[in-house]
Nanobody
Framework: QVQLVESGGGLVQAGGSLRLSCAAS????????MGWFRQAPGKEREFVAT????????YYADSVKGRFTVSRDNAKNTVYLQMNSLKPEDTAVYYC?????????????????WGRGTQVTVSS
């Protein structure tokens, strides 16, 4: 079992930055592919970013490419999402997810564990 706890969300003005963290406990974190998803009110949960176990493979949704950066520190059992140039449409609850495979994936159903989420609100 893996427990995931997100932090770092908050209220920020458009154009600002936030850094989300996801702390993992339980099984060997370093062998897990990790992902970030988000869900806005009235919308389905959507893919944001993913990273392989080594950090060598990363993929992003088109809507965040060039603005968000996913990274991980396996020694600290933590994955990060650096969000720059934030827009009001980035407002959502952001979720961290882990899968029992070292490979990164954009598919929501491929993830086995989920955190409870952290709210990000971007004001215009």
């Amino acid at each position: 079992q893996v427990q995931l706890v997100e932090s770092g969300g908050g209220l920020v003005q458009a154009g600002g930055s936030l850094r989300l963290s996801c702390a993992a406990s339980g099984r060997p974190f370093s062998r897990y592919g990790m992902g970030w998803f988000r869900q806005a009110p009235g919308k389905e949960r959507e893919f944001v970013a993913t990273i392989s176990w080594s950090g060598g493979g990363t993929y992003y949704a088109d809507s965040v490419k060039g603005r968000f950066t996913v990274s991980r520190d396996n020694a600290k059992n933590t994955v990060y999402l650096q969000m720059n140039s934030l827009k009001p449409e980035d407002t959502a609850v952001y979720y961290c997810a882990a899968r029992r495979s070292p490979v990164a994936t954009t598919r929501r159903d491929d993830y086995d564990y989920w955190g409870r989420g952290t709210q990000v609100t971007v004001s215009s």
